[in-house]
């Protein structure tokens, strides 16, 4: 469970570091195709400085997740795994809320099972 619970939380970093990309580099390129479903056109270039604060956190979460793999310290490793996970599954249940459902699971859901699997 120890090397699973590793494997998902790398790929829940990898995640937050596709969306720093996105949202600070790639907002007015990438970023129209992927939220053209939710976003208008018109609006990618006034909301890009938004975009990329939003991207910066994201890049946050990913250090922290980073970090937490990198911690040798079992203790310590659990810790500050289980508060990044936290910050990110509080981060994707409240975007699922505000802005689409899609992201409950995209962004959620795998925090949520990287924390369970930490526990076990």
Known sequence: MKTLAE???GLVALE?????????????TKG??????SLPAELFKPTK??????????????AGLIWAM???DPRWKLYVSVFF??????A???GS???????????????IVALILVHL
């Open 16 to 28: 937050h570091l596709y969306f720093l990309w996105l949202e600070i580099f790639a907002w007015e």
């Open 85 to 90: 996970l936290t910050c990110v599954i509080v």
């Open 70 to 72: 990198l911690i040798p």
């Open 7 to 9: 494997i998902l939380i």
């Open 49 to 62: 400085v938004l975009a990329a604060n939003q991207g910066l956190y994201n890049g946050f979460l990913a």
């Open 97 to 111: 809320v505000t802005a689409s459902r899609k992201i409950l699971f995209i962004q959620a859901l795998p925090a």
């Open 92 to 94: 994707g249940i409240y």
């Open 32 to 37: 129209k195709k992927v939220f053209k479903d």
